[in-house]
T-cell receptor, first 113, second 115 residues
Framework: GENVEQHPSTLSVQEGDSAVIKCTYS??????FPWYKQELGKRPQLIIDIRSNVGEKKDQRIAVTLNKTAKHFSLHITETQPEDSAVYFCAAIGSTNAGKSTFGDGTTLTVKP | KAGVTQTPRYLIKTRGQQVTLSCSPI?????VSWYQQTPGQGLQFLFEYFSETQRNKGNFPGRFSGRQFSNSRSEMNVSTLELGDSALYLCASSTGLAGGQETQYFGPGTRLLVL
């Protein structure tokens, strides 16, 4: 089955700096890669996603890149703010496993004011 | 549209008991997935239902089961509870029609504590 590895497990940055979180996946059939943000005590919320036919997607301060050949994708957050502090999860889904997201173990991002 | 809802939000049970959790998806969504979230294991997929049929299953023992009703609401049941079943149980809904390439929307979760 699919396996997703996520690094780093914790990340601390100064406000205004950039943050990068990386994930690798094992199943070449995976074709959809969402990123979720989970604040303490709250549900995971989608912040950005990318499909396998796209190499990069950007939404204001957040961007995601996908390298299908290397089977890795990354989340980039620029100009970080204290409210970006949360746990971030990457996930992978394949067309034959609709509804079954395989998640990375999460990255706890702390943005220091 | 109303979001995904889950009931109850909190549960305390003792070992050996059974529990049933409920999830109501976003209106029009026919796929409901269940996940177990623990500090040590992260988010683990339990199973997914689409149009009342289990379409995908994770690697959990048979004590974990589920079903889906004709209105797409889903229930998850855990029998013979063990201490290790203490976790946040999240459900997520989607239309289920995009071949996997679509967003799953999560409910607030049910926090289960087994004593």
């Amino acid at each position: 089955g699919e396996n997703v590895e996520q690094h780093p497990s914790t990340l601390s940055v100064q406000e205004g700096d950039s943050a990068v979180i990386k994930c690798t996946y094992s199943d070449s059939a995976s074709n959809y890669f969402p990123w979720y943000k989970q604040e303490l005590g709250k549900r995971p919320q989608l912040i950005i996603d990318i499909r396998s036919n796209v190499g990069e997607k950007k939404d204001q301060r957040i961007a995601v890149t996908l390298n299908k050949t290397a089977k890795h994708f990354s989340l980039h957050i620029t100009e970080t703010q204290p409210e970006d502090s949360a746990v971030y999860f990457c996930a992978a889904i394949g067309s034959t496993n609709a509804g079954k997201s395989t998640f990375g173990d999460g990255t706890t991002l702390t943005v220091k004011p | 549209k109303a979001g995904v809802t889950q009931t109850p939000r909190y549960l305390i049970k003792t070992r050996g008991q059974q529990v049933t959790l409920s999830c109501s998806p976003i209106s029009g969504h026919r796929s409901v997935s269940w996940y177990q979230q623990t500090p040590g294991q992260g988010l683990q997929f339990l199973f997914e239902y689409f149009s009342e049929t289990q379409r995908n299953k994770g690697n959990f023992p048979g004590r974990f089961s589920g079903r889906q009703f004709s209105n797409s609401r889903s229930e998850m049941n855990v029998s013979t509870l063990e201490l290790g079943d203490s976790a946040l149980y999240l459900c997520a809904s989607s239309t289920g029609l995009a071949g996997g390439q679509e967003t799953q929307y999560f409910g607030p979760g049910t926090r289960l504590l087994v004593l």
